[in-house]
C-alpha cells in the first residue's frame, strides 16, 4: 500500500525558517518524482514545486510565487523527500500536502495520484 | 501561472447529471492533455477522479468522465448522488513547467 506521511509542522513566527518531511513506503521511491500542494485555510490547492527522480537528476521545479524562498531534496536511502521554507510569511499558513505522481517515468509533474493526510504550518506572530 | 477558471458552485437533484467547467490559456489545457480533477471531502486530501482528460483511475466511478475543447476542460457527474457533495478541483501541466489548478468547485446534492 503506498503511504506518504507528512510531518514537521507547527506554528512558526514570520520570517523563520521550517522543514517538512515526507516519509513514503509501499513503493520504489527513487523511481518517483514527488511533489508538495498546499491549502490555505478555507482556500484552494496551490501547487508548490516538484523534485524529480535520480534518473532525472533529482531536479526541481517551483511555483513562481514562492520567491526562491522554498527548496526541495530527497533522501533516496530513507525514502524520505523534504520541503525546506525560508523567510516564512503569514500567507504561507496552509496544509502542505506531499503527493506522488501516477506513473514513474514521468519527468513532469502531471497527476497526483497518491497524496498524504498534510501537515498543518501556521505563520503567525 | 493564474489559476484555471472553475465555477465557483454547481447544484444538481439526485440523479442528475451536472458538468463543471475549467477554463484554462494557450500556456496550459489548450497545448497539453495533462488535465486532471480532484474531489475533495470536508478534513480529507483530494482524490483523484481523472487524469489525462479523460482516464479513470482503477476504483473511480464511472459516473464520473472528462473532456476537452480548446482551452476548456469539463468534469461531468452523471447520476448525482448525495455522497458527491464535495470540492472539485482541476489542474493542468503549463508551458513553465509547473502545474496549476483551478479554484475549485463546490458541489451542492439539492
Known amino acids: 500500500e503506498v503511504q506518504l506521511v507528512e510531518s514537521g509542522g507547527g506554528l512558526v513566527q514570520p520570517g523563520r525558517s521550517l522543514r517538512l518531511s515526507c516519509i513514503t513506503s509501499g513503493f520504489i521511491f527513487g523511481d518517483y518524482g514527488l511533489s508538495w500542494v498546499r491549502q490555505a485555510p478555507g482556500k484552494g490547492l496551490e501547487w508548490v514545486g516538484f523534485i524529480r527522480s535520480k534518473t532525472y537528476g533529482g531536479t526541481t521545479g517551483y511555483a513562481a510565487s514562492l520567491d526562491g524562498r522554498f527548496i526541495l531534496s530527497r533522501d533516496d536511502s530513507k525514502n524520505i523527500a523534504y520541503l525546506q521554507m525560508n523567510s516564512l510569511r503569514t500567507e504561507d499558513t496552509a496544509v502542505y500536502y506531499c503527493v506522488r505522481d501516477r506513473i514513474p517515468t514521468i519527468i513532469e509533474p502531471v497527476t497526483f495520484e497518491y497524496w498524504g493526510q498534510g501537515t498543518l504550518v501556521t505563520v503567525s506572530s | 501561472q493564474s489559476a484555471l477558471t472553475q465555477p465557483a458552485a454547481v447544484s444538481g437533484s439526485p440523479g442528475q447529471s451536472i458538468t463543471i467547467s475549467c477554463t484554462g490559456t494557450s500556456s496550459d489545457i489548450d497545448v497539453y492533455d495533462y488535465v486532471s480533477w480532484y474531489q475533495q471531502q470536508p478534513g480529507k486530501p483530494p482524490q483523484l477522479l481523472i487524469y489525462?482528460?479523460?482516464h479513470r483511475p482503477s476504483g473511480v466511478s464511472n459516473r464520473f468522465s472528462g473532456s476537452k475543447s480548446g482551452n476548456t476542460a469539463s468534469l461531468t457527474i452523471s447520476a448525482l448522488q448525495a455522497e458527491d457533495e464535495a470540492d472539485y478541483y482541476c489542474s493542468s501541466y503549463t508551458t513553465t513547467s509547473t502545474v496549476v489548478f483551478g479554484g475549485g468547485t463546490k458541489v451542492t446534492v439539492l
Open positions: 489525462d482528460v479523460s
